[in-house]
Nanobody, 124 residues
Framework: QVQLVESGGGLVRPGGSLRLSCAASGFISNFVKIGWFRQAPGKEREGVSC??????SSNYGDSVKGRFTSSRASNTVYLEMNSLKSEDTAVYYCAAVVSAYRGCDLSRESYRYWGQGTQVIVSA
């Protein structure tokens, strides 16, 4: 059974940093792609970043480029978030899919497995 568990969310001041973790279990695959998404109240779920285990490539949403970095160590994927802004406040979800295609994308429809989410609040 595939399971994704996010952790690391919390309250942080604008300009601060947080590191989210996504622990994946139930599969071991070099073809897994892990994505990070977020959903703020009243807004649609937005793709933040993704990383491909096959080729190590990653993608980032325009709103987080240069501030967020995704990395992977075995079956855990991290999202390092720096220079946080109030508009980064959201529930953050990790998602996974096993695919032979190279690279990864930020489309929700591309991912099969989802975690329960972790809340990030950026506020003074």
């Amino acid at each position: 059974q595939v399971q994704l568990v996010e952790s690391g969310g919390g309250l942080v001041r604008p300009g601060g940093s947080l590191r989210l973790s996504c622990a994946a279990s139930g599969f071991i695959s070099n073809f897994v792609k892990i994505g990070w998404f977020r959903q703020a109240p009243g807004k649609e779920r937005e793709g933040v970043s993704c990383i491909s285990a096959r080729d190590g490539s990653s993608n980032y949403g325009d709103s987080v480029k240069g501030r967020f970095t995704s990395s992977r160590a075995s079956n855990t994927v991290y999202l390092e978030m720096n220079s946080l802004k109030s508009e980064d406040t959201a529930v953050y979800y990790c998602a996974a899919v096993v695919s032979a295609y190279r690279g990864c994308d930020l489309s929700r429809e591309s991912y099969r497995y989802w975690g329960q989410g972790t809340q990030v609040i950026v506020s003074a």
